[in-house]
């Protein structure tokens, strides 16, 4: 709260109201705009392009500045000297773990890796060719009938307990619905192995064959799930903390999430990326789809580009634009066709006015495509892998609205329809 005020005069009205000001600890302060219904008026906000709909201590975006914090800590720096579970530990726990607590935790994954065969079953149970992320949705959504009768949201312990859970039967659930799609068998998670490690093991082992995955591989993926771990109150997290404060099962909320994250505006982008690449076939190619990207009579958008929040750098997109040249040298795949496309067409889109002039820059669904495909995963296999290292986000998320009082969101409207009319006399 601060001592400073807004004070909203309205045509017709007499008196003035004085909306309080909170203020945040970085950042735009926020104005209270709830004592606006007593003179007959909703904030009018499609798009929630103004609208701070909550207070949180957890992830900080700077979009003019191109700065991403999480509990304080730059993006760039957890992205070189943290790993996935620690940074996990830090979104849920608002500290970075000692190295006891860091133990501590990473035994808790490791020990509720193992996925319930009822959810197990439901995946087989999908036709080969369903997409990951349907599947993905409809697992963890069951992993809400696993867990449903034991969870009492209302107890620290109970959701601790859950998020284990979730972040460590995730990455099994996305290597699962990959395996079914290959008519693979699964495989089982194995404690010696590190996060990412693992996840590659499950996804690209074999019965009795370990997956050989080199280490340079194993932190190029934990790096990308650290770089999809939170970003605020983006749409599939806000979908989370809406859906969650009715007081549904948390596994239920993230289930929305991952629905909402599906979307090629949102996290499909990636797999829409490599698609887009892939279309564009050559280098000779781009400027027809710049310029069918700046042709408002063309739907088509250059994916990879654009944020509703950066107006500069996607800090997430340099790191990965680092790993992307790491990974593929490391596999001798400098020369990848795609890469030489998307940094051309990164290039290009930085010069030209339309992109500069709408502050268009590469996102963190430019690269990352590059780098999965380059390590094996197919395109429809990429918004499960963005699902994977978001879904610690998303619990943070609503872990931190449930262990406060919260209510239930119930957004207002602008109606334009009918006004009452009687129903016709027979
Ligand atoms: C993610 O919110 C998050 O934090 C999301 C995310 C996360 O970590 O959770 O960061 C992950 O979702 C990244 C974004 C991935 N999506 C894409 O790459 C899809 C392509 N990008 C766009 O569709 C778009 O940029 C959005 C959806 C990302 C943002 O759209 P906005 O903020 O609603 O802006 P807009 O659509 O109103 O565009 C503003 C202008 C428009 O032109 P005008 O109507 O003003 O003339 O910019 C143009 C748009 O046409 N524009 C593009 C463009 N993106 C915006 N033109 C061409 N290519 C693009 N990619």
């Not at 940094?343 to 590059?370: C, H, M, T, W």
Request: proline share 4%; with cysteine.
């Amino acid at each position: 709260m601060t001592d400073k005020q807004a004070h909203l005069t309205i045509d017709g009205i007499e008196n003035t109201i004085d909306l309080p000001i909170y203020s945040s600890t970085v950042g735009p302060n926020v104005i209270d705009v709830t004592s606006i219904t007593k003179n007959g008026f909703f904030t009018f906000d499609p798009g929630f392009m103004s609208t701070a709909a909550c207070e949180s201590k957890i992830t900080f975006i700077d979009g003019d500045e191109g700065i991403l914090l999480h509990r304080g800590y730059p993006i760039e720096q957890l992205a070189v000297s943290s790993d996935y579970l620690e940074t996990c530990f830090l979104l849920l726990n608002g500290e970075l773990p000692t190295p006891a607590q860091k133990q501590e935790f990473v035994t808790a994954i490791k020990n509720n890796a193992v996925v319930d065969a009822s959810v197990a079953n439901i995946i087989k149970s999908f036709k080969r060719e369903s997409h990951p992320m349907a599947m993905l949705c409809s697992a963890v959504a069951a992993l809400a009938a696993v867990y449903n009768d034991e969870i009492d949201i209302t107890k620290e312990e109970d959701r601790k307990l859950t998020a284990y859970r979730l972040i460590a039967q995730v990455p099994t659930l996305a290597a699962m619905v990959y395996k079914h799609r290959q008519d693979e068998t699964f495989i089982a998670p194995d404690a010696n192995l590190g996060y990412a490690e693992n996840y590659l093991n499950m996804t690209f082992g074999t019965a009795g064959q370990a997956a050989k995955v080199s280490q340079i591989i194993a932190k190029a993926m934990d790096r990308i799930f650290i770089l999809h771990a939170d970003h605020e109150q983006n749409a599939s997290t806000s979908t989370v903390r809406l859906s969650g404060s009715s007081g549904t099962n948390p596994f239920a909320a993230i289930a929305a999430g991952i629905s909402t994250l599906w979307g090629p505006a949102h996290g499909g982008a990636n797999e829409a990326v490599l698609n887009m690449l892939e279309e564009i076939g050559s280098v000779e190619n781009i400027d027809k789809y710049v310029a069918k990207a700046k042709d408002k009579n063309d739907s088509f958008r250059l994916m990879g580009f654009g944020h509703r929040v950066y107006k500069n750098f996607d800090p997430r997109a340099k790191v990965m634009k680092q790993t992307c040249d790491e990974v593929l040298a490391e596999l001798g795949l400098e020369n990848d066709p795609l890469l030489a496309i998307a940094k051309r067409l990164e290039q290009i889109a930085l010069e030209d006015p339309y992109f500069i002039s709408k502050k268009l820059y590469p996102n963190v669904d430019f690269y990352s495509g590059i780098i999965l495909k380059a390590v094996g995963i197919p395109a429809e296999m990429f918004t499960v892998i963005f699902a994977t290292g978001r879904a610690v986000g998303w619990y943070a998320h609503w872990d931190e609205m449930v262990s406060t009082a919260y209510k239930i969101g119930r957004p207002r409207q602008l109606y334009t329809g009918s006004v009452k009319r009687d129903y016709p006399k027979k």
